[in-house]
T-cell receptor
Framework: ELKVEQNPLFLSMQEGKNYTIYCNYSTTSDRLYWYRQDPGKSLESLFVLLSNGAVKQEGRLMASLDTKARLSTLHITAAVHDLSATYFC?????????FGAGTRLTVKP | NAGVTQTPKFQVLKTGQSMTLQCAQDMNHNSMYWYRQDPGMGLRLIYYSASEGTTDKGEVPNGYNVSRLNKREFSLRLESAAPSQTSVYFCASIDTSGVRFGPGTRLTVT
């Protein structure tokens, strides 16, 4: 069965710093997704990664995928307060999409 | 283009009551999903439908049934609600063009 593990689960960082969130999964995947969720809100799609070596960037966030290691990373560059949210990775295999537990990110001034 | 819509937004049920959560998408997506999210946790897959007329169980299907009425609509039914089903329920639809989530239904079972 597909298992998705994220770490860390909680991340407190200062503005201007860099950090990486990790997402490991247990079986081969068709697609890997990163989402953002603000408190009390629905999920917003950030990135979809399809193939080994894929890298996507949007603003201060960059996601990458290593299918051989079954690992994806979400790198945060020069964090700002507006990035405070919970970030989820999700892995889709044969139309079955499973989520990691989420990383609750707090960016402090 | 409304994306993914869910009704109702909020619902309170008594133990043993039944109800159906509705989900519809207007993006012509093939795959649709129902998840539940408990406080402070990730999303757990209840059921999914890869295409019209097909449904499959996810991680936590017990106590739920689903219907993929047509390509647009995917409903989730609780036949006899239990307090353990208190949660926020999200519907999602996916195609190669992208993923969209509905706004969620906050369900409380007393």
């Amino acid at each position: 069965e597909l298992k998705v593990e994220q770490n860390p689960l909680f991340l407190s960082m200062q503005e201007g710093k860099n950090y990486t969130i990790y997402c490991n999964y247990s079986t081969t995947s068709d697609r890997l997704y990163w989402y953002r969720q603000d408190p009390g809100k629905s999920l917003e799609s950030l990135f979809v990664l399809l193939s080994n070596g894929a890298v996507k960037q949007e603003g201060r966030l960059m996601a990458s995928l290593d299918t051989k290691a079954r690992l994806s990373t979400l790198h945060i560059t020069a964090a700002v307060h507006d990035l405070s949210a919970t970030y989820f990775c999700a892995v889709e295999t044969n139309n079955d999409m499973r989520f990691g537990a989420g990383t609750r990110l707090t960016v402090k001034p | 283009n409304a994306g993914v819509t869910q009704t109702p937004k909020f619902q309170v049920l008594k133990t043993g009551q039944s109800m159906t959560l509705q989900c519809a998408q207007d993006m012509n997506h093939n795959s649709m999903y129902w998840y539940r999210q408990d406080p402070g946790m990730g999303l757990r897959l209840i059921y999914y439908s890869a295409s019209e007329g097909t449904t499959d169980k996810g991680e936590v299907p017990n106590g739920y049934n689903v219907s993929r009425l047509n390509k647009r609509e995917f409903s989730l039914r609780l036949e006899s609600a239990a307090p353990s089903q208190t949660s926020v329920y999200f519907c999602a639809s996916i195609d190669t063009s992208g993923v969209r989530f509905g706004p969620g239904t906050r369900l409380t079972v007393t």
